[in-house]
């Protein structure tokens, strides 16, 4: 009984524990990972399991990708290249394990070195919490531009913030989804600045200014390696976050009994931080990269501006240079549009965000002020060089001064103060150069561009379908594996049918085995997103239709040219719902998806005219299409 007792060595007795980071066969791998559970302080080395497991082999690969890490940025300090700086508002990297295994080309090794430990990387990159750092597609995007810019060696930052909720546990009960905030954070920081918001602006007796007083809260980084797929080239992601001052706890009054005098400061501080999650991120980006642009100017710095959420960064950089280095305006001006460029994500009016006049004059008062001369010299440009704008000057000025509502258009600051605008698919371009912002098209016609967007290959097939990918390489269907950073070369499947599959797999049991049960695991998902698509002719899905061909693409709804038609027959009362729609509505008013209230949703789709009703996305319009397209997939899917 008392032997009973004893805690039972779980770390393996059987691999010896050896600090060698740079391993290259399983059996060193093992030996490296079983050296990190001896003596990484995540656990004690009684307990081996999964989540144990999980943090040495991290560890264990964290040795080889720190070494690429620091390689990496000593080769750009010596080379000196021109540094990207990409300033989304959200990431979703995923799991960060299988990226970086994956991209180090040591998943195979690893995995046999965690059986030889008794453990499947499977079950160990289960144990790894997605970094909360966003909740859309946007922050996908993001996190796949980051992977393509290490895997072309640029010399790129991505910046964003580090949510301490950014994501959510889904909880079901009877009654639905619950959405409870989940905290996957660990303390650690570096780099520490000081934010300021509130306070007033002075006017010094040479006329330059300064914003004193207000509040303050610190900025800490903390910086996340993105290695490339196959190359030494390893960048960073710097995450922002804000932490009310220690020094705002008064100690002394909280030991004299006066808990509530004491944590007063501290709480007014902390409440800083809501604040922070809109408006410290293009701030801190700055601190950084201020230093390049003095040193060897706006030809070494760019600064991408993903969707409005950044804006700031503008008034921000402009404060910088003409406040803390006494730039003038004209050469502050200059420096600020050859370095900053905007990306425009949709042109629904809901994200092209309006921010309010007041709040911004009360938190950022010196923002606010150059966010005004911006815009006055603006409309004087347009009033002297444009005189036939006068009439669009309502629509195109960066202040909305409506007495009821006055708002800043962060949109149009976007436009007026970037090198370029790019959209983020040919249509979607087209319509922001025809529509959204047509009026600036005549004015700077070069600025516009198209950059489509794109997924990484190395995690949404290289990664997430090893069967395929493997039976693609080891057969050399498409030659190489260099597909894995060129899609284009994908195009040698197209070779293959169905006659020349028989004739070169009647031979291989092997390969004809293999390839059966890849197909079986994966035709439905294959047949839904890689070579079939439904959709509208919308954004990126023209450019899909074109790649993969017409007859691979289930077509509905109304096209581009359509719509404005369309929405005009509704708002004259011209539009006849299809029975299944109105059948679909009543169902869901029903009450079998649960108690709640989606009245607002389906009264969106009705009435006859208005933003936010009148079905202003044509729903209606293009559900018996979308109807008629699922019936061809289910059919073809046969």
């Known amino acids: 009984m008392i032997l009973a007792l004893i805690p039972i060595f779980k770390i393996s007795a059987n691999v010896p524990a050896t600090a060698n980071p740079l391993a290259e066969e399983p059996s060193e791998i093992a030996s490296n990972i079983n050296y990190h559970g001896l003596y990484s302080p995540h656990f004690s080395p009684f307990k081996f399991e999964s989540e144990q497991a999980y943090y040495a082999t991290t560890d264990s690969g964290g040795d080889r990708l720190i070494k690429?890490?620091?390689?990496?940025?000593?080769?750009?300090?010596?080379?000196?290249?021109?540094?990207?700086?990409?300033?989304?508002?959200?990431y979703l990297q995923g799991r960060a394990l299988t990226n970086a295994v994956g991209n180090l080309n040591i998943q195979d090794a690893y995995a046999d070195a965690l059986k030889k430990l008794g453990h499947e990387l499977e079950n160990i990159v289960e144990q790894e919490k997605d970094a909360a750092l966003g909740n859309g597609g946007l922050g996908r995007l993001a996190s796949c531009f980051l992977d393509s810019m290490a895997t072309l060696n640029l010399p790129a930052w991505g910046y964003g913030l580090r949510y301490k909720y950014g994501l959510f546990k889904?909880?079901?009960?009877?009654?639905?989804?619950?959405?409870?905030?989940?905290?996957?954070?660990?303390?650690?920081?570096?780099?520490?600045?000081?934010?300021?918001?509130?306070?007033?602006?002075?006017?010094?007796?040479?006329?330059?200014?300064?914003?004193?007083?207000?509040?303050?809260?610190q900025a800490l980084a903390y910086d996340v390696p993105i290695p490339g797929y196959k190359t030494k080239n390893t960048i960073s992601l710097r995450l922002w976050e804000a932490k009310a001052c220690a020094e705002d706890f008064n100690l002394f009054e909280f030991n004299d009994g006066q808990y509530e005098s004491a944590a007063q400061l501290h709480s007014q501080a902390q409440q800083l931080e809501a604040y922070s999650a809109v408006i410290m991120h293009p701030g801190f980006v700055l601190f950084y990269i201020l230093e390049m642009l003095l040193k060897m100017g706006s030809f070494y710095v760019a600064v991408q501006l993903n969707d409005t959420h950044p804006t700031l960064a503008i008034p921000e950089l402009m404060r910088l240079l003409m406040d803390d280095e006494d730039l003038g305006w004209?050469?502050?001006w200059d420096v600020t549009t050859r370095t900053i460029a905007y990306t425009n994500h949709t042109v629904l009016l809901e994200a092209l965000e309006k921010w309010s006049q007041a709040v911004m004059w009360k938190l950022l008062p010196r923002h606010m002020e150059i966010i005004e001369e911006i815009d006055k010299r603006f409309i004087a440009m347009i009033r002297a060089s444009h005189p036939d704008l006068e009439n669009k000057l309502a629509s195109m000025q960066v202040m909305d001064n409506n007495p009821q509502k006055p708002v800043v258009r962060m949109a149009n600051l976007c436009v007026v103060s970037s090198q370029t605008v790019n959209g983020v698919a040919q249509l979607h371009s087209d319509i922001l150069k025809s529509e959204l912002f047509a009026d600036y098209v005549s004015i700077w016609p070069t600025k516009f561009q198209n950059k489509t967007n794109g997924i990484t290959p190395r995690?949404?097939?290289?990664?997430?379908?090893?069967?395929?990918?493997?039976?693609?390489?080891?057969?050399?269907?498409?030659?190489?594996?260099?597909?894995?950073?060129?899609?284009?070369?994908?195009?040698?499947?197209?070779?293959?049918?169905?006659?020349?599959?028989?004739?070169?797999?009647?031979?291989?049991e092997e390969l004809q085995t293999e390839w059966a049960s890849a197909k079986m695991a994966n035709k439905r998902r294959l047949a839904q997103y890689v070579l079939q698509v439904t959709g509208t002719l919308d954004g990126a899905n023209v450019e899909i239709r074109e790649e993969?061909?017409?007859?691979?693409?289930?077509?509905?709804?109304?096209?581009?040219?359509?719509?404005?038609?369309l929405r005009k027959e509704r708002e004259?009362?011209?539009?006849?719902?299809?029975?299944?729609?109105?059948?679909?509505?009543?169902?869901?008013?029903?009450?079998?998806?649960?108690?709640?209230?989606?009245?607002?949703?389906?009264?969106?789709?009705?009435?006859?005219?208005?933003?936010?009703?009148?079905?202003?996305?044509?729903?209606?319009?293009?559900f018996p299409s979308y109807m008629d397209a699922q019936a061809r997939v289910d059919e073809a899917y046969k």
């Open 459 to 508: 995690r949404w097939l290289r990664f997430c379908n090893p069967e395929l990918s493997t039976i693609m390489n080891h057969y050399q269907m498409v030659k190489t594996d260099k597909w894995v950073t060129n899609l284009d070369l994908l195009t040698g499947l197209r070779q293959l049918c169905l006659k020349s599959l028989v004739s070169r797999f009647s031979d291989n």
């Open 170 to 217: 889904q909880h079901i009960t009877r009654e639905g989804q619950e959405e409870i905030a989940e905290d996957w954070l660990e303390v650690q920081h570096d780099v520490v600045f000081p934010v300021r918001f509130f306070g007033r602006v002075e006017v010094n007796p040479n006329g330059s200014q300064k914003w004193v007083g207000g509040e303050v809260v």
């Open 572 to 622: 004259n009362g011209l539009f006849k719902p299809d029975r299944r729609f109105e059948e679909a509505k009543a169902y869901i008013r029903s009450g079998v998806f649960g108690t709640y209230d989606y009245n607002p949703l389906l009264e969106s789709l009705e009435g006859n005219s208005g933003y936010g009703r009148g079905d202003y996305f044509l729903v209606g319009h293009d």
């Open 68 to 90: 690429q890490w620091n390689e990496t940025y000593l080769h750009f300090h010596n080379v000196n290249p021109k540094q990207a700086y990409y300033l989304p508002m959200e």
């Open 330 to 332: 004209d050469e502050a």
């Open 548 to 565: 993969i061909g017409e007859e691979n693409f289930f077509l509905f709804g109304a096209k581009a040219d359509e719509v404005p038609g």
